[in-house]
């Protein structure tokens, strides 16, 4: 028997037989009796390389259904499928590519010759928005009659995905088989999938929200999508009608709760919000109810262990909580040591379970400062239990800025401000936003009066993705430190928690 998670989708799909697997703009791009001849060409195609099973596939393409295919084909392939966020720079692409060491690239062709310099032995193929490519045309020359799914056992790696760290250097989290079909298995029960559902799919698939929990429950379900390619308010809100569910980031019920469109009436087939990857702050829960009748129903989870709590279907859901443990799942708040505080005392939550990582690719020492000699693995995020055992993420123990649903790490980018001539010392802090949840504000210590903000800014545009350069760049005479010195954020969040705030 094999654990590769695409034989489930296989199984799932027999039973959706012609159903819309994947529909764009009203009309049907894939459906589930489709789906395993699309792949098969699709995983051929990727085989013709001479790539082999275990080898990592780096990809970094626009949302697309064909990069749907190409990430499922990847499965079947037995590769490791390796996405990474469209936004990332050539400066930021090479260490991925270096740290992976991939046996395919596939880019925008935009990228090639860029990506084809870094890419070593890699073969590079290119796949773009519209699905075209020197990728595409080697699946439409791939002559396949049949192909079958490599066989892979269940700590077998399936995904690596990066997620940057502390020190400014992104990581690479190593997903099984296993860890993906247990998660997914387990949000089936615990969020009640229906084989009816229709899911509007409008997160990018560069991430374990949108390329895991959406699509896998999707695809284990039968249930038929309505894609959009990226988040539009109108968009998702025209869609809406004949729709069951929606996942997103806080960031989408702010802007969905703002909009006109939004009213019982256009969420009446709609049975499930589900929010996460950020606070979902208790005014937005409060706002879409009163507008809609729902409750957002939040859960918490992130890259190295998929999702890790949630708040029930049926029971109690309450804002500023995410839930309770999925079942399997082994969390407990414990002090620095590892030791659990007692319940209701804050501390830094620590898990364990079918759904957590096989650890960092290549950086075994990264992965041992994270785990508890028991196995537990310690989050970094700060948080409370009940009595009940319902958790509530109250803080971050590690210096982290959340913008949008994407992590940033103030590390990366001081690193980078502090690289640029005139920069004597910089510190980077997130602030409230309203849309964004947080905002990275960057507070520069210059040797030259004449450095502008626009000129900081420019210097680091090449370098970093723009989600993570300063939406405010403010110039200090000296930072605040402590007496060990050490600079106070805490401070520098507090003086500056009203930058963005209207009035
Ligand atoms: C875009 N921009 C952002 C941004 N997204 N800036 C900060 N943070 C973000 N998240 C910038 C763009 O570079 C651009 O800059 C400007 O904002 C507008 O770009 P856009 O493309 O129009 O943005 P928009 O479509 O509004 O996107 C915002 C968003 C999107 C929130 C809809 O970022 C998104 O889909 N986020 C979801 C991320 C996600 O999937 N996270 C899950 C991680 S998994 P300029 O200056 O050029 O205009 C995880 C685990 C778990 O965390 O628990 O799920
Ligand atoms: P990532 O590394 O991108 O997977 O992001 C994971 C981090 O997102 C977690 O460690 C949390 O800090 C944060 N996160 C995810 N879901 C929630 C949530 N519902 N509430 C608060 N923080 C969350």
Redesign the pocket.
Known sequence: MTANIYALFTEAARQAGDKAFIVERGATRLRYDELDAATTRWAAALLSTGARTGDRIVVQVDKSVENVLLYLASLRAGLVYVPLNT?YTAAELDYFIGDAEPAIIVCDPAKERAIAAAGGDATVLTLDADGAGSLAARVAATAADGFETVTRAPDDLAAILYTSGTTGVSKGAMLSHDNLASNARVLQDWWHWQPDDVLIH???IY????LF?ALHLALLGGSTIRFHR???ADAVLADMSGATVLM??P??YV?LAAHDGLTREASATMRLFIS???PLLENTFAAFEAKTGHLILE?????EAG?ITSNPYDGERIPGTVGFPLPGVSARVADDRGAEVARGEPGVLEIKGPNLFRGYWNKPEKTAEEMRPDGYFVTGDIATMDADGRVAIVGRAKDLI???????YPKEIELALDGVPGVCESAVIGVPHP??GE??VAMVVRDNDMLTEEAVLSAIADRL?????P?RILFADALPRNAMGKVQKARLRDDHAGLFQAG
């Open positions: 936004a409008a997160l990018p991430h374990v929200h949108g929990v990226s988040f539009d997103g980031v960031t989408f802007r996460g990857s950020a859960r918490y989870g992130m890259t999702m959340i913008a949008g649903g994407l992590n940033i849309d964004l905002a990275v993705a723009r989600f993570k350069q939406r």
